[in-house]
């Protein structure tokens, strides 16, 4: 019976809206561990650009699913989904309750739904050859590639996230399938039932605070940390590097332009990243929002979500 299915929390919601905080709090109330679900914390020695918390703001509660590989490696939907849902069974047999954590929409939906990306492995050498066309003809040029053999994917991915852009031309050329065949009628996943919540906030809050992460990025040391990074051997056309922050702090480095307007340009792309996210996770039907900013108190958005919870797990639905 439906009832009887193990529940598994997701706690989605665009860049800076404070999921961290959430999550954590949200762990510690519900003998939780964290699964993360964000396509950059995913890579080792990028905690800076990519927000990761400390060890100190973890607060004893397990994380997985961050700093699992090296910047150059490749990493697909399909391999994220099979390790996320062996921890959320390890978490599961332990008696405790996995929570999802995270913005990348097509990590959360291969956990929402059965997507099927198996045929989908990894090509290196296709990735490669994509990613050369975007730095020498141009994210455009890229883009214009996707329209022609899945414009379903091409209109909701922007042309300068150039990892997802060549994600699906890779699917495509895997599977024979397009990104959007994946969605048409999507399944929901069988072996557990998902219940989301989805954090929001006013934009000018929302933006306000993008500004602000981005502020203290640069003061904790992004230049530093992305400079370590191409010291170690990581070439500037490693998958990673393709990221928000990272990009952008390269060309500074490389002199293509002054920090102040690397620092402007992360913040304005990153406040277009978070307005993607915000109409990607609207899609979906079965979720709960939570607006942020209208609770004084963090405890006081955590009761209201608790109380939530309990009440989609006491209906079974």
């Given at each position: 019976m439906e ?5 598994v ?5 665009p860049t800076?809206?404070?999921k961290?905080?959430t ?8 003998n939780?561990e964290i ?13 800076i ?11 004893g509660?397990?994380?997985h ?20 849902k ?12 996995p ?8 990590y959360?939906n291969?956990l929402l739904f059965?997507m ?5 492995h990894s090509n ?12 020498v ?6 883009h214009q590639?996707?329209m022609?053999i899945?414009?379903q ?17 890779e699917?495509?050329?895997e599977t024979?399938?397009n990104v ?9 996943v069988?072996?557990?039932?998902p219940i989301?919540?989805a ?5 000018k ?6 500004n602000?992460r981005?502020?203290l ?10 400079r ?5 051997g990581?070439?500037r ?5 393709k990221?928000l922050g ?7 480095i ?9 620092v402007?340009?992360?913040?304005r792309?990153t406040?277009?990243f978070?307005?993607?996210?915000l ?6 039907d079965?979720?709960?929002w939570?607006q942020?900013?209208?609770y ?12 939530y919870?309990n009440?989609q ?5």
């Amino acid at each position: 019976m439906e009832q009887q299915k193990p529940v598994v929390i997701f706690v989605v919601g665009p860049t800076a809206v404070g999921k961290t905080e959430t999550t954590i709090s949200l762990a510690k109330e519900l003998n939780g561990e964290i699964i993360y679900a964000d396509s950059m914390q995913i890579y080792k020695g990028m905690d800076i650009g990519t927000a990761t918390p400390t060890l100190e703001e973890m607060d004893g509660i397990p994380h997985h699913l961050v700093d699992v590989v090296n910047p150059d490696e490749n990493f697909s939907v399909a391999e994220y989904e099979k390790l996320a849902k062996d921890h959320i069974r390890r978490i599961l047999n332990k008696g405790k309750t996995p929570i999802v954590s995270g913005g990348t929409g097509l990590y959360i939906n291969s956990l929402l739904f059965d997507m099927d990306f198996g045929d989908a492995h990894s090509n290196p050498e296709l990735r490669k050859k994509y990613y050369r066309t975007a730095e020498v003809e141009g994210n455009d040029v890229l883009h214009q590639h996707l329209m022609k053999i899945d414009p379903q994917a091409a209109l909701e991915i922007h042309p300068n996230n150039v990892i997802k852009v060549v994600r699906a031309l890779e699917i495509n050329y895997e599977t024979g399938k397009n990104v959007g065949n994946f969605r048409e009628n999507p399944r929901p996943v069988v072996e557990y039932r998902p219940i989301v919540i989805a954090l929001s906030r006013k934009r000018k809050d929302l933006y306000e605070r993008i500004n602000r992460r981005v502020d203290l990025m640069i003061e904790d040391g992004l230049i530093d940390e992305v400079r370590t990074l191409l010291e170690k051997g990581y070439e500037r056309d490693s998958v990673a590097f393709k990221g928000l922050g990272y990009k952008e702090i390269i060309k500074y480095i490389d002199g293509e332009y002054p920090l102040h307007d690397a620092v402007r340009i992360l913040k304005r792309n990153t406040r277009r990243f978070a307005k993607r996210q915000l109409t990607w996770f609207k899609r979906y039907d079965s979720l709960k929002w939570f607006q942020v900013d209208r609770y004084e108190k963090q405890q006081d958005l955590l009761k209201d979500i608790i109380s939530y919870i309990n009440e989609q797990r006491e209906n079974g639905q």
